[in-house]
């Protein structure tokens, strides 16, 4: 099995602080993505990354910041948490390495936003 | 911006029958596409592929593909208890990354 391993798995937080999650790959692969998922919005792209130092936004990229410094570690960044970022957020990688739809996931970060 | 629409259930259906889940997408580019299932809690898991215009099976289940109706779906043949999940249809081509639909819930009566 792929490995990808998401930090922390459970997280409260307060309005206003900021809040990295983490996301670990053992595959050496090139294409990692960050998605949340809520109730009535199904899974969204927030940001990508092709390779070290190269990432991109994606459908809700507002308020979320990454980094990528080393190929197995895909950083997700709220500056300022509000309450709108309660959510499930999801890392993946794509079976193949390349920019596919085949991805997956690891296993989520619980993030509450009080 | 392309949308995936997907009925939101629960469809519900005895065991040993056949499940059928529906999705349509908006973009005519749109040149990939997959079913996901998700367990209540867990992560979601690719469970089928489709490229190209016709079926695709893989054990009990059977995806189809209409790229002229825009219409992409999931059956579920002999269906068991632990289908029970949600399934999330997801599509990609053009200048979108891969766009889920909100995905249908699905349970198999014992």
């Known amino acids: 099995d792929a490995g990808i391993t998401q930090s922390p798995r459970h997280k409260v937080t307060e309005t206003g602080t900021p809040v990295t999650l983490r996301c670990h790959q053992t595959?050496?692969?090139?294409?990692m993505y960050w998605y949340r998922q809520d109730p009535g919005h199904g899974l969204r792209l927030i940001h990508y990354s092709y390779g070290v130092k190269d990432t991109d936004k994606g459908e809700v990229s507002d308020g979320y910041s990454v980094s990528r410094s080393k190929t197995e570690d895909f950083l997700l960044t709220l500056e300022s948490a509000t309450s709108s970022q309660t959510s499930v957020y999801f890392c993946?990688?794509?079976?193949?390495?390349?920019?596919?739809?085949?991805?997956?996931f690891g296993e989520g970060s619980r993030l509450t936003v009080l | 911006q392309k949308e995936v629409e997907q009925n939101s259930g629960p469809l519900s259906v005895p065991e040993g029958a056949i499940a059928s889940l529906n999705c349509t997408y908006s973009d005519r580019v749109s040149q990939s596409f997959f079913w996901y299932r998700q367990y209540s809690g867990k992560s979601p898991e690719l469970i089928m592929s489709?490229?190209?215009?016709g079926d695709k099976e893989d054990g009990r289940f059977t995806a189809q593909l209409n790229k002229a109706s825009q219409y992409v779906s999931l059956l579920i043949r002999d269906s068991q208890p632990s289908d029970s999940a949600t399934y999330l249809c997801a599509v990609e081509g053009g200048s979108e990354k891969l766009v889920f639909g909100k995905g249908t819930k699905l349970t198999v009566n014992p």
């Open positions: 489709i490229y190209s215009n």
């Open positions: 595959e050496n692969h090139r294409y």
């Open positions: 993946a990688i794509s079976f193949s390495g390349g920019d596919t739809g085949e991805l997956f």
